[in-house]
Every structure is written in C-alpha cells, then in structure tokens.
C-alpha cells in the first residue's frame, strides 16, 4: 500500500485486526479516544510508521499490534493499558525507550523482542513477564524490576548482550 497519512474520525470506536497491516509508507498515526483496544496485527509491517499516538482510556494492546515497525521511535502506553499481549512490538529495531504504566499486569510472550531498547523498569503492578518479553534486544544495559513480578518466562532477556545491571525490588 502506498498509504503515507491517515486521520481518523474522532467518533471511530474501533479497530479492526489487521486494519492496517502492510501500509508500508504509513508514517505516523494518531488513534481517536474513543477506541479502548488496538487489535491483532492492526498496524503488523508498516515498516514506515514512525509515530503512534495512543489515547487515554486505551485497556489492551494486542498480539502483533506493532510487529515489526522497524522504525517505530516514539510511542507512549498509556496509564491504562492492562495487558501488552504477545509479539506486540517485536522488531520494532528503533524503539529504545519504552515506559510501561504500573497498570499492566502482563508483558506477553516477545512482547519486547528485537526492539532497541536501552533500560527498561517493571513498574509495580505487572506480575507476568512472558516467554522471550525482551529476547535479542541487542541495545538493552540495564534493567529493574518490582517486586511484584511472580513470573520471569524462560528466554526473558536472552541475547541482550549489554546486559551489565539488573536491580530486583524486595
């Protein structure tokens, strides 16, 4: 697709999965307030797309959402955002900082994998860090993480190579 902009109407309350997956010239979007979720593979392989703007009120951020945007620099999670599912930013190479809210609960499976982040913080509140969650982040020294977290799934940090500070919360 040959889509560069897009403006969606403030009333869009929704959506759907792979709406927009493989607009390849897509460079930033703006998503209205009224939408609460970002589906499966909505913006999957927009390899263009630079910057998202995600509402206030949003509660889920779905699998591949995001997958390889490779370019994707700026996004911010808003504080309401529960769950980050699986596959959800892999391979977003350009991404090197992320802030994720103490009100996710759950960092899925590869949720993070292959993305240029340098530090990340578990805030408090999420309690489930998936299978591979940060897997080949290349760029990624340091890392904290609350003391809330009861699950680290196997391959969580695998293949940072960087890795040098790891501080747990008691």
Same mark, same amino acid.
């Given at each position: ?6 403006? #969606? ?16 010239? #897509? &460079? +930033?979007?703006? /998503?209205?307030? *009224? ?6 593979? +909505?913006?999957? =392989? ?11 009120? #949003? ?11 490779? !370019? #994707?620099? @700026?996004?911010?999670?808003?504080? =309401?955002?529960? &769950? ?13 900082? /992320? ?5 996710? !609960? ?14 990340? *913080?578990? +805030?408090?509140? /999420? =309690? @489930?860090?998936? @299978?591979? +969650?940060?897997?080949?982040?290349? *760029? ?7 003391? &809330?977290? =009861?699950?680290?799934? *196997? ?13 747990? @919360?008691?």
């Amino acid at each position: 697709s040959k889509l560069v902009d897009v403006e #969606l109407p403030k009333e869009l309350v929704s959506i759907g999965s792979n709406a927009f997956e493989n607009c390849i010239a #897509l &460079t +930033a979007i703006e /998503i209205p307030e *009224k939408v609460k979720s970002i589906p499966s593979y +909505a913006f999957n =392989t927009c390899y263009a797309l630079k910057r998202v703007v995600l509402p206030d009120g #949003l509660y889920s951020i779905g699998q591949d959402a995001f997958n390889d945007c490779r !370019v #994707l620099e @700026d996004i911010s999670i808003p504080d =309401t955002v529960r &769950t980050i599912a699986d596959y959800a930013f892999d391979g977003c190479r350009q991404l090197n900082h /992320i802030n994720i809210p103490n009100t996710v !609960v759950r960092i899925g499976k590869s949720a993070f994998s292959s993305c240029g982040i340098e530090f990340i *913080k578990i +805030a408090n509140g /999420i =309690t @489930d860090i998936g @299978d591979s +969650a940060f897997y080949l982040c290349e *760029k990624l020294e340091s890392i904290e993480i609350s003391s &809330t977290v =009861t699950n680290i799934g *196997k391959h969580a940090f695998a293949l940072c190579p960087y890795i040098s500070w790891i501080k747990v @919360d008691s």
